[in-house]
């Protein structure tokens, strides 16, 4: 090459200035253009590329923005740049400005989830734990408020340092959100779809106020502590049971494994009674289904005689003294009356079924009175 040549080539570079930027990574939201002292010459090319944007930032003032395109850098489409730099009739010499390329292309399968269990009080089980996790998409819809408002002078800023800012965005909006909502415990976890949709309405505009529209969210789980799942699936279970059915149905299930505990002959034994009982209990509850009963029945029939006879009622004597008629009282206490000499084996007695009144030692049940515990005569 000969030196008319390299002065060409060195005028070529002076003269022409090129302002792009290639992204090689997939996680880079923001970047500055760097260029010796942040000089950019009259007429120097800029190019944006599909899924950019350009940022002039001049003494830390937003200035012009450019969208996909080539552009060259005069008065003419710098007019912020213009009007804060103040050139009036165009600029020759180089000027000072800090180039900012943000990537707007949509970011997806970023992930979220509660550090800590969120406490919620439900009218049932009380105060419960839940967490949650999930993803979500966003992207940069106000480059330059962006620029200004989070990036700030980071020459590279990634999708990894706004994550963490997001991620406890997202985490105090969620549990603001499923404590207003107020459903039982078991409906967060089968409403995820409708509560996504919902969290993703209250988080936009906390998005929006730095630059950033959250395009996607979704709630992929809802979990919580596993003793308090089964309270929940035997909740709904006995919610859809009949209780009495159910109550008998355990008590089977105990007995028998209560025989199976036993072992030997006394835990065949008992697993035998425990079939009996399993059969009648089974059958009771049943029978109205299979319509084994006949309309009319004992009660007693229907139930396979496990019902007992119902408790006699308690005899109530009347009985005679000074002419007067008293009671009435039970056996045990005219037991006490004869015991003590208000009455005697010749005073009368009457209860109902007797036709009349009848001395105490002709009535069957009250001869026992008599017997040797029957005192001698007063002596005279």
Known sequence: MGIFDKIKEKLS????????????TDDTICHRFERYQNEIKNNAKLIVREGQTAVFINEGQLADVFTAGTYTLNTQNLPILTTLKGWKYGFDSPFKAEVYFVNTHLFTD?????????????????????????????????????????????????????NEHLKSLIATRFTDTVGEANLPIELYAANTTELSETCQTVMKPEFESVGISLEKFYIENVSMPEDLKKEIFEYSRIDKLDLDKLTKFKTAKAIEAAAANEGGTAGAGMGMGMGFVLAQQMGGMMSPQMGGQQAGAPAQQQMGGAMPPPMPAAVQYFYSANGQQAGPVGFDQLRALFANRTINKDTLVWK??????????????????LGGNTPPPLPQ
């Open 13 to 24: 570079h002076e003269f022409i200035d090129i302002i792009e930027w290639l992204d090689y």
């Open 110 to 162: 970023e992930k979220w989830g509660t550090k800590n269990p969120i406490t919620l009080n439900d009218d049932r089980f009380g105060l419960v734990e839940i967490r949650a996790f999930g993803t979500y998409a966003f992207k940069i819809s106000d480059p330059g408020k962006f620029v200004v408002d989070i990036v700030g002078t980071d020459n590279n800023f990634t999708n990894f340092e706004i």
């Open 352 to 369: 109902q079924g007797m036709q009349n009144w009848t001395a105490l030692n002709e009535v069957e049940e009250l001869k026992a009175f």
